[in-house]
């Protein structure tokens, strides 16, 4: 069984930082590609960045140079460190993954930036 579970979320003034986690069980983690996305009220979900088995990374232009995404393999985790937040960035922010057409969700957790 897939489990994948966030933390990490909270509330941060603007300029602020934020270090998400997701702990991913029942895959092979090492060689799995992993997403962040997010979702704000009102808004479509919307891809922030991946990260490949290899380490290859890809960012969303609205957040590049502000994220960073990484990944733990012996922990079987994958981060977002959010730098420079701005209150666009409020948002719940999923981990995702996928074996072939079947895609994993965590539950989400909340990102609220105070302007």
């Known amino acids: 069984q897939v489990q994948l579970v966030e933390s990490g979320g909270g509330l941060v003034q603007a300029g602020g930082s934020l270090r998400l986690s997701c702990v991913a069980s029942?895959?092979?983690?090492?060689?799995?590609?992993m997403d962040w996305y997010r979702q704000a009220p009102g808004k479509q979900r919307e891809l922030v960045a991946t990260?490949?088995?290899?380490?290859?990374?890809y960012y969303a232009d609205s957040v590049k140079g502000r994220f960073t995404i990484s990944r733990d393999n012996a922990k079987n985790t994958v981060f977002l460190q959010m730098n420079s937040l701005k209150p666009e960035d409020t948002a719940v922010y999923y981990c995702?993954?996928?074996?072939?057409?079947?895609?994993?969700w965590g539950q989400g957790t909340q990102v609220t930036v105070s302007s």
């Open positions: 990260i490949n088995s290899a380490g290859s990374t």
């Open positions: 029942g895959i092979f983690f090492g060689i799995m590609a």
């Open positions: 995702h993954t996928a074996i072939g057409p079947v895609a994993y």
